[in-house]
């Protein structure tokens, strides 16, 4: 490694340790405890599985390719729909990779989904650091990686 990238990670190797740290509880939780999660909260043997929210944005996305309609519901003249597209364009774009016949597009939109909140640690931190210092920084985005209800919510 050169001397500048040495210097990168010696300056934010506690950031590094926290991103590290976050990335080992989404997986753990991932593997080991959201069958225990989703058995209990979703009535459904895994977090993969295209209901709920989850499948109304798919939904709503399929729709919009295949009719021309972005709805959850085609026989509602007036449209229906809840949310936002933003979500329904994430997991469209896994969609048309993928299709929805298999799934792997779960766990590819979970992947990424973690990988997004791996970002969003490493932002909360340097709006952390900017408002108050690094050290602030580090505990707010050290709060956030370890926070149960993110790790629930986040694949």
Avoid at 31 to 40: D, G, L
Avoid at 82 to 94: D, E, L
Avoid at 124 to 153: C, D, S
Wanted: charged share 10%; proline share 3%.
């Amino acid at each position: 490694m050169n001397r500048l990238s040495m210097e990168y990670l010696k300056k934010h190797q506690w950031l590094l340790v926290i991103l590290f740290l976050g990335l080992i509880l989404r997986v753990v939780y991932v593997i080991f405890f959201s069958q225990i999660f989703a058995k209990f909260y979703l009535g459904q043997p895994t977090i993969f599985y295209s209901g709920s929210d989850f499948g109304g944005s798919l939904t709503s996305f399929k729709n919009l390719i295949e009719h021309g309609t972005y709805s959850v519901n085609l026989h509602n003249e007036l449209g229906y729909y809840n949310r936002m597209p933003g979500y329904s364009f994430f997991i469209g774009i896994f969609y048309l990779i993928f299709g929805d016949k298999t799934a792997t597009y779960l766990h590819f939109i979970s992947s990424a989904q973690i990988f997004i909140d791996l970002i969003s640690i490493a932002l909360i931190y340097k709006i952390g650091e900017r408002l108050q210092n690094k050290l602030a920084g580090l505990i707010i985005a050290f709060l956030y990686a370890t926070h149960p209800i993110v790790m629930l919510w986040c694949p």
